[in-house]
């Protein structure tokens, strides 16, 4: 089963390139959910959300709709062991989890985060604190690219996010890897000009991809969806509303 749709869904600047002018801004999951079977929530990276909010968002999206919730900084950035943050973080995730709508948890790490013992050794106590939540990661530094990462992974059910991102030195490049149920591709965009260097932060995601560039994520995708038992492609190339154009470039592609 694969699943493509965008990394979050509640953008000003999508009004006119993606939403109707006029639409109220509590229409626009339900607008969204029309077209597309999953959405990332990345708001939740930055505040941890009342369960009786998540609830109203599950309540606005269909039977079969998914989500994909990323992990507040605290989890991935900060790392400071705060347990109100995953205590809230849980609550907050029960709604979907009762409404059969949770597919996993994505834990997006900074480059900053190296391929070392004492982190390996966090990845393990974040899935300790987000007990029976399905958990995905995604790697910044490119020195986790490695057979051991991938074996790690895989011996203590941690998904691996695929991303296509620009190539420069220390980013992960784009690998087709599934090293659990799930697999997991993030489409940051090529944008080599603004990724480090940048105003605003959603230059970086400023990208327009070709037809030609996602046809080089077909093959990868449908042996991504032969080993996994449910595939999530999201594009987060969402400045002016690019990701859906994106996401639906790749539901085209897919069939």
């Known amino acids: 089963m694969i699943h493509i749709g965008t990394s979050g869904f509640s ?4 009004v006119g390139p993606f939403y109707p002018a006029g639409l109220a801004r509590r229409e626009w999951l339900a ?4 077209e597309f079977s999953t959405v990332e929530l990345n708001a939740t990276y930055y505040g941890v959300p ?28 900060t790392r ?13 995730m029960q709604p979907l989890v009762e409404a059969g709508k949770l597919g996993c948890i994505l834990a997006q790490f900074p480059f900053s985060f190296h391929a070392t ?14 007990p029976d939540l399905p958990l995905v990661v995604e790697f910044r530094n490119g020195e986790w690219l490695a057979p051991a990462t991938f074996a790690f992974l895989r011996q203590h059910g941690l998904g691996f996010c695929c991303v296509d ?25 090529r944008n080599r000009q603004k990724w480090w260097q940048h105003e605003h932060a959603y230059e970086r995601y400023d990208y327009r991809y070709s037809r030609q560039e996602l046809e080089e994520w077909v093959p990868k995708v449908r042996l991504l ?28 592609l897919l069939g």
């Open 31 to 34: 607008f969204y959910a029309r």
């Open 165 to 189: 991102e620009p190539s420069l030195p220390g980013l992960i490049p784009p690998v087709a890897e599934a090293t659990s149920d799930i697999a997991y591709v993030r489409f940051h965009g």
């Open 50 to 77: 009342a369960p009786k909010t998540v609830a109203q968002m599950a309540a606005k999206t269909p039977q079969g709709f998914v989500f994909t919730v990323k992990a507040h900084q605290e989890m991935t950035h």
């Open 117 to 130: 013992a004492p982190n390996r050794d966090y990845l393990l106590e974040l899935k300790e604190r987000l």
């Open 225 to 252: 969806a032969e080993r996994a038992s449910r595939t999530f492609l999201f594009a987060n190339n969402h400045w002016q509303a690019q990701a859906v154009d994106t996401a639906r470039q790749l539901r085209l």
């Open 80 to 92: 400071q062991g705060d347990q109100a943050i995953f205590a809230g973080f849980l609550l907050a």
């Open 11 to 14: 953008y000003d600047d999508w």
